[in-house]
C-alpha cells in the first residue's frame, strides 16, 4: 500500500510536468511565428496588441480546450472501466461521444443554439446520457465485455448516420462537410467565449467522477460487497453515469468526438497505480489531458494543406492499442 | 477504281454533304431556344437573353443564398441540369461552364444536342469576353454592347488614379478561404488600388488564411463574407472574438458572396461595393 502511494505521487507529478510542458508548447505553435517568449516580453501592454490578441484569444482558449477535453475523456475512460468492469469501455468506444455529437449537431444545425449558448452542452450532456442508459438497457446488467462493445458499436454507428442525416437536411452548403469535424473531433479556432461556456460542465462532471473513487474500488470486491461497505449502488451508478455524461457530454459539444483517448490513458496508466480505480481516476484525468494536448500539438506540426482532426491523431494510437487488447483479453471477451 | 465504284463514292459523298450541310440551309440557323445549367452562364443568360429565350435555368439561381438574381426568376422552370430533363425541354443550345460535370456534357453531345461551356472567370477582364461569347450564340450583340458600355462606364469610376500608396486588403470567406493572384477577387480589388494581403504571403489562388496571421498581418481593409444562411461551423470564424477585436467596423466590409462567386456583369456590383466602402472609409 505504501509503495502504491509512493507509485503514484510520483505518477502524478510526472504526468503533470508534462501536461503543463505540452501546455507551453501548445501556446508556442502557430501560423504566425509567435513563440511562448513573445508573450512574456510582453508584459503589461494594451491589451489589443496583436501578440496579445494571438495568444490570449486564438491560442490560450485552444490550449485550455485540448487540455479540459482530455481531462473528461480520460476519466470518463477509466470511470467507465471500473464501473461496467469493463477492459474495453471508452467513451468513443461505446457510442457516448458520437451520441453527444449527435444532439448537438441537431441543436446547433437547427439554429436553435444561436439564440442560445447554453444549449450546445445542454445536448451534448443530453446525448451522452441517452447513449449511456441505452447501452445499460441493451447489453442488460452484467454484461459481457463483448456485449458491451457490441451495443456500443450499434449505438455509434446509428448515431453517426444520423448526424450525416441531420447535415443533409441544412441549408448551409458547407454543412454537409463538417461531419468530419464532429465525428473526429477539433480544438481548433474556439473563442474563449464557447469555452467559458462548456468549462464549468466539464468542472461538474470532473467532480462527479473523481468523487466516486471509494466507491468504485469498493466495487473491485463486486456489488454485494460494496453494498455491504455502505455504498448505495444506485447512487453510485447514477453519479457514475451523470458524470461521465456531463463531463464527455459537453466536451464533445464544443470539440467533436475524439475518440480512443479513454481507452489508453488509463490501460497505459494501470501499472503505475497498483490497479486501484480510485488513483487511476486522477492518474488518467491528468495522462488524458498530456495525450490530447500532444495530439493537438502533432496537428499543426504534421505539413498538410489542411489541418488534420484530433480524432486522426488518436484513432492512430488507440485503434492498434485496442486490437492488441482485443487479443491480450481474447479469452475472457470471447 | 472502277467507274461505277467511283460514281457509287461520288454520290454517297454527296448525300452525305447534303445531311451535314442541312442546318447551314436552312433559313434561320441562329438557335433560339436555351437552357443553362451552371450558376454562372444563369446569371450571363439572364442579362443578355430575352425571357422568351430561356427554356430553363439551373436551380441554383434561385437560391438568394447563392443567386445576385433569385428575384428575377419567376416563371422560368428552374432544373437539377441531368440530361433527362434537358431532353424533355428539347433546347437548341445548353450552356455549361467548363467545370461542369463532364459525363453530362458528353452525353448531351451524344444524343446530339449543342452545348456551349464558358470558361470560369479569374480576371475581370474575361467577363466581357464571356458577354461577347454568350451574346454571340444567342444572337442578342445589341444587348451585349449596352450592358458592355455600362460597365465601362463603372469602370472608369473607380479606376484609381493615385499609384505610390497601395494600401493592403484580404478577403476572408468560409472555411478561412481567401482569394489571392489569378482569381477574380484578386482582380477586383487590384484593379481598385488595393495590394492582396496573398502577395505579401506570396500565396496565389484560393488559400487557407488562418485567423492568426489574418490578425498578424492586419490588413487595412477586410473584405467578409455576408451570408444569411443556416448556421454552420465554416462560418465560426465571423463570429470570433479575435476578429472583432482586431478589426474595428472602419476596417471590416461585407461584401455578400453572391454578388462575386461568379464572373458576371453582377460581378461588377462588388466592384462598386469595395469602391464605394472604401471612399467612405478614407472621409
Known sequence: MKKNSYHFRKTLSVLSGLVFLFFLLSLSLGPSDLTIFDFWSLGETKKNDTTWLIFFEIRLPRAILGLAVGMSLGLAGAALQGYLRNPLAEPGIIGVSTSASLFTVIIFYSGLSAGFALLMPFAGILGATSAVLILQSLAGRNASALTVVLAGVAISSFSGALISLALNFSANPFATYEIVFWLLGSVADRGLDQVAIALPFMAVGWALLLWSGNPLDALTLGEEEAASLGYKLSRVRAQLVFGTAVAVGSATSIAGTIGFVGLVVPHLLRPFVGNRPKLLLSASALGGAALVLAADIAVRLLPFKQELKLGVITALIGAPFFLLLIIKHRRSVL | ?283
Request: aromatic content about 6%; glycine content about 6%.
Open chain 2, 1 to 283: 477504281m472502277s467507274f461505277w465504284r467511283s460514281i457509287r463514292v461520288g454520290i454517297i459523298s454527296i448525300a452525305y454533304l447534303l445531311i451535314q450541310s442541312g442546318p447551314i440551309l436552312a433559313l434561320d440557323t441562329k438557335p433560339k431556344r436555351f437552357i443553362s445549367i451552371n450558376l454562372c452562364t444563369d446569371q450571363l443568360l439572364l442579362d443578355l437573353a430575352s425571357k422568351e429565350q430561356i427554356l430553363a435555368l439551373s436551380h441554383m439561381i434561385g437560391d438568394s443564398n447563392s443567386s445576385p438574381y433569385s428575384e428575377r426568376v419567376k416563371g422560368i422552370p428552374l432544373i437539377q441540369g441531368t440530361v433527362e430533363e434537358i431532353l424533355t425541354l428539347d433546347p437548341d443550345l445548353v450552356f455549361a461552364s467548363n467545370h461542369s460535370n463532364p459525363i453530362t456534357i458528353n452525353l448531351l453531345r451524344r444524343l446530339g444536342i449543342k452545348v456551349q461551356t464558358i470558361p470560369s472567370v479569374k480576371d475581370l477582364s474575361q467577363i466581357e469576353t464571356n458577354i461577347d461569347t454568350v451574346a454571340n450564340a444567342i444572337g442578342q450583340t445589341t444587348r451585349a454592347n449596352q450592358v458592355k458600355a455600362a460597365i465601362r462606364t463603372l469602370l472608369k469610376k473607380y479606376k484609381r488614379k493615385e499609384k505610390l500608396y497601395r494600401p493592403v486588403a484580404a478577403t476572408i470567406w468560409a472555411n478561412n478561404i481567401s482569394a489571392g493572384k489569378g482569381t477574380l477577387q484578386h482582380s477586383i480589388i487590384a484593379f481598385l488600388g488595393f495590394k492582396n494581403l496573398s502577395e505579401k504571403l506570396n500565396v496565389t489562388g484560393l488559400y487557407s488564411l488562418p485567423l492568426e496571421v489574418l490578425i498578424e498581418k492586419k490588413p487595412n481593409l477586410l473584405l467578409v463574407s455576408h451570408y444569411k444562411n443556416a448556421p454552420s461551423l465554416s462560418n465560426a470564424i465571423f463570429s470570433h472574438p479575435a476578429l472583432k477585436k482586431a478589426f474595428g467596423s472602419e476596417t471590416i466590409l461585407k461584401i455578400p458572396d453572391k454578388i462575386w462567386l461568379c464572373g458576371t456583369p453582377a460581378s461588377y456590383k462588388a466592384l462598386e461595393l469595395i469602391g464605394e466602402g472604401w471612399r467612405e472609409r478614407q472621409r
